[in-house]
């Protein structure tokens, strides 16, 4: 059984890396994020500011116990992407992981530790026993986010989800489950 979620993002710190909720001081880079072409490519976001503030809304509000979304910040406190365990489903334990990183913040691990962090959440206080995730096999480098942060490439789905530039692309599927070891990255 999965424990209830409380009805705002949990802070979680880890060295050089912090997950907190959105701020209005996020709307510039948000905005800034989703205008990205390979963010707007493979993530849903409008960088139009209604729009934006209400995925800042939307992704701070846990009450309805689906989701927990998390700002990516930096240590100086910017935004540098989203992580989130979404489709959270509590009969079987199971739950969706998705992430993005903002362009300046690409190529620092922010993703991998990130990935890692909310993964200890949802197997730890949430009480999960699998997360898994999707991402386009024309996205190579969410494929090495995914296998960097223990989740196994379990297998690929043909034509499985249209993406923002109309064209239903194959997805790989990776999973990991409560029990799995950490990988070896996250014990250094």
Do not use: K
């Not at 846990?62 to 998390?70: E, L, Q, R, V």
């Not at 990183?101 to 690409?106: D, E, G, K, Q, Y």
């Not at 991998?112 to 962090?117: E, G, P, Q, T």
């Amino acid at each position: 059984m999965v424990d209830p979620l409380p009805a705002t993002p949990v802070r979680l710190d880890a060295p050089g890396l912090l997950l907190r909720a959105y701020l209005d001081t996020d709307a510039p880079d948000l905005t800034a994020a989703f205008a990205d072409e390979d963010i707007a490519r493979w993530n849903p976001g409008s960088p139009d500011p209604e729009a934006v503030e209400a995925f800042m809304a939307s992704r701070n509000d846990w009450s309805t116990g689906d989701h927990a979304s998390w700002a990516v910040a930096d240590p100086t406190g910017r935004l540098a992407g989203s992580v989130s365990i979404h489709r959270l489903d509590r009969d079987q334990g199971d739950a969706e992981i998705g992430y993005w990183i903002a362009p300046w913040a690409r190529r620092r691990g922010y993703a991998v530790r990130a990935v890692l962090l909310a993964t200890r959440f949802g197997f730890g206080p949430l009480g999960l026993h699998r997360l898994y995730l999707y991402h386009a096999v024309d996205n190579p480098g969410s494929c090495a986010v995914a296998l960097a942060a223990g989740y196994l490439h379990e297998g690929t789905l043909r034509q499985s989800f249209r993406y923002a530039d109309g064209v239903h692309h194959d997805e790989h599927l990776h999973g990991r489950l409560s029990a799995d070891p950490e990988p070896e990255r996250a014990a250094r």
